[in-house]
């Protein structure tokens, strides 16, 4: 990290790249589309689209994943929807008595699959929530909302989350 | 507190609320079933999410996005270290195997620009403390 200016894309690399993964896994629920993320996320900062505000490091570098993401779904939005799972050995979870299991005994993967389909506003919204762990004002700065809405949207993503790990 | 809290329970587990918000949500969730069970779901939504593991890139993943970025760099450096007036530099960077390497990062850059658009919570009975993971670096 140089300390000014903004950060180069192999400090991001090195520094932060596993945590850059991470989000963009969380948010687009594949590998193919993750690795595209981070690509377009390390674009935009070198182009110098994005300007670093010295602060959280990956605050900022969530910020540019979710806006590059939601970017790409309202492109993808004007063509026709894709909507089988995009990993064809993925088995899906049995609908199981999962109505007194307890926390502990979901699966990553089941989560996973659960947040994937997610509204991705919500999904969005519950990432920066509980995967970033930023706070709710910094949350909406980054998608451009009202603190209400970001508390609305992490509260019906949990919603529909328990929901989804119940059935 | 007129009404069910609805959204503010996550609010409240979140610690997004200040003093008086989260006393009023804790005297409706003593008298409310319903609210104590929904606190309940979503605070083990937030568990599971949060409890979600760091996820690792494929290997080499961004090396193979800077390798030649890298190895750029690296015959730059290897040439001012020598000493070496500019004109050994453009022999030293000249030569076989250590020749510059256009990143391709700057020919996404510009395939890019072309289409780019403009562009201490008593809680805890209900939730276990859950933090988002760590991310070792």
């Known amino acids: 990290m140089t300390g000014e200016g ?12 596993r945590f850059l993964y ?5 948010l687009t629920g594949n590998r193919d589309d993750a690795e595209d993320l981070v690509q377009e996320v390390l674009l935009r900062v070198r182009r110098g689209l994005e300007t670093y505000q010295p602060g959280s490091m990956e605050g900022w570098l969530s910020r540019i994943a979710t806006n590059a993401f939601l970017d790409d779904v309202r492109r993808r939005r004007r ?10 050995d993925r088995v899906l979870p049995a609908a199981a008595s999962a109505e007194d299991a307890l926390a502990t005994d979901v699966l990553p993967d089941d989560v996973q699959e659960a947040l994937r389909r997610l509204p ?17 004002h910094e949350i909406g700065e980054a998608l451009g909302v009202p603190v209400g809405t970001v508390r609305s949207r992490i509260h019906r993503g949990r919603a529909l989350l328990r929901e989804a790990l119940r059935a | 507190m007129n009404g069910h809290p609805g959204d503010i ?4 587990l979140d610690g997004e609320l200040d003093a008086v918000e989260a006393a009023r949500v804790h005297e409706h969730l003593e008298a409310c079933a319903d609210c104590r069970a929904e606190l309940e779901a979503v605070g083990a939504a937030r568990t599971w999410v949060r409890g979600l593991p760091p996820v690792e890139p494929p290997f ?7 390798g030649p970025v ?17 004109s050994v530099a453009v022999v030293a960077l000249s030569t ?11 020919r996404l850059v510009d395939a890019h620009s072309a289409s780019a658009s403009t562009s201490g919570d008593p809680l805890s009975e209900f939730t276990p403390a859950a933090t988002p993971a760590s991310f070792d670096r």
């Open chain 1, 6 to 17: 903004s950060p180069t894309w192999e400090e991001i690399a090195r520094e932060h790249g």
């Open chain 1, 22 to 26: 991470t989000v963009a896994y969380r």
């Open chain 1, 79 to 88: 063509r026709p929807v894709e909507l089988l799972p995009d990993d064809p």
């Open chain 1, 120 to 136: 991705e506003d919500f999904r969005a919204a519950v990432v920066l929530c509980d995967v970033v762990g930023l706070p709710y």
């Open chain 2, 9 to 12: 329970l996550s609010a409240l």
């Open chain 2, 60 to 66: 080499g993943f961004y090396e193979r996005m800077l």
């Open chain 2, 70 to 86: 890298r190895r750029w760099a690296r015959a730059g450096v290897a040439a001012l270290a020598a000493g070496a007036a500019a």
């Open chain 2, 96 to 106: 076989p195997g250590e020749r510059p390497v256009a990143p391709p990062v700057g």
